[in-house]
């Protein structure tokens, strides 16, 4: 069974640079066919889909986020990480790292709690 855990400071502050990791336990972030996504859930809100990173590497994000996102993946320590620029207190939100094939979201992390203020 894989197993996905994200971690991240908690509290940042506006104008600062999130930094989130995704861990993955039980196959490798590298698979073949098995991509792996974030989103989030603001207060009050549904799911916001905000990008993802395929099996080939290839990554692509939701328009809301282009020029100030970024995920990558790191084979050595197995993880997937997803930066997020000039944080405003509107991208406060439990943010879910997920994993998908074939167009069906497989594995859920338990998601994490990022709150923005000063």
């Known amino acids: 069974q894989v197993q996905l855990q994200e971690a991240g400071p908690g509290l940042v502050k506006p104008s600062q640079t999130l930094i989130l990791t995704c861990s993955v336990f039980?196959?490798?972030?590298?698979?073949?066919?098995?991509?792996f996504m974030w989103i989030r859930q603001s207060p009050g809100k549904g799911m916001e889909w905000m990008g993802a990173?395929?099996?080939?590497?290839?990554?692509y994000g939701g328009p809301s986020f282009r020029g100030r996102m970024s995920i990558s993946r790191d084979p050595a320590n197995n993880q997937i990480t997803l930066l997020l620029t000039s944080m405003t207190p509107e991208d406060t939100a439990v943010y879910y790292c997920?994993?998908?094939?074939?167009?069906?979201?497989?594995?859920w992390g338990q998601g994490t709690q990022v709150t923005v203020s000063s």
């Open positions: 039980g196959d490798s972030v590298t698979a073949d066919n098995y991509d």
């Open positions: 997920a994993r998908d094939t074939n167009w069906a979201v497989v594995d």
């Open positions: 990173i395929k099996w080939t590497g290839h990554t």
